[in-house]
């Protein structure tokens, strides 16, 4: 099946910092990249939709400024926390959707992300 | 707006049957998905139905669904140890999940 990676797998940083986050779709182009986060013992939450070549859609409540999308290509997608806080510590799961009859998407293993 | 509600844990014996149920509000809803996250990893999708469906079989997996309710359900027989795993129903083209059902297998 299709292979989505991310990277750094883990990642720990000071407060104020940002953070960059990679997801890439490794054998397949991925128009639409999706940006979850998951916090501990919950399900997961949709922060937002990313288009290659296109702005990110965020949802209600996803402060667009903090978390900054940038999908430059048909296979990279980044996500940058800007000026991290504590509370933005979590674990952030990118997926790409195959336009295929059923739009599967295919997740990522994952960035957790621990803000000191 | 869209919602997904699912029961947060289920208890099953090893080698019974496990069924896991979903509600959905969008009923214009294409695909309906079952993912299974194994502790420390991410999802990976189970089976997914069409929206113009009534049920779907894969080996142990069976999906059922109740448009006119907007209820899906995940049966796993012979539920075995590998199962124990959280599961989550998801609805929509931007995929919106439930909180999920955690699985525990009962020796």
């Known amino acids: 099946g299709a292979v989505v990676s991310q990277h750094p797998s883990r990642v720990i940083c000071k407060s104020g910092t940002s953070v960059k986050i990679e997801c890439r779709s490794l054998d397949f182009q991925a128009t639409t990249m999706f940006w979850y986060r998951q916090f501990p013992k919950q399900s997961l939450m949709l922060m937002a939709t990313s288009n290659e070549g296109s702005k990110a859609t965020y949802e209600q409540g996803v402060e667009k400024d903090k978390f900054l999308i940038n999908h430059a290509s048909l296979t990279l997608s980044t996500l940058t926390v800007t000026s991290a806080h504590p509370e933005d510590s979590s674990f952030y799961i990118c997926s790409a959707q195959l336009a295929a009859t059923y739009n599967e998407q295919f997740f990522g293993p994952g960035t957790r992300l621990t803000v000191l | 707006g869209e919602d997904v509600e699912q029961s947060l844990f289920l208890s099953v014996r090893e080698g019974d049957s496990s069924v896991i149920n979903c509600t959905y509000t969008?009923?214009?809803?294409?695909?309906l998905y079952w993912y299974k996250q194994e502790p420390g990893a991410g999802l990976q999708l189970l089976t997914y139905i069409f929206s113009n469906m009534d049920m779907k079989q894969d080996q142990r997996l069976t999906v059922l669904l109740n448009k006119k309710d907007k209820h899906l359900s995940l049966r796993i027989a012979d539920t075995q140890t590998g199962d124990s795993a959280i599961y989550f129903c998801a609805e929509g083209d931007k995929i919106i999940f439930g909180k999920g059902t955690r699985l525990h297998i009962l020796p």
């Open positions: 969008d009923s214009s809803s294409t695909y």
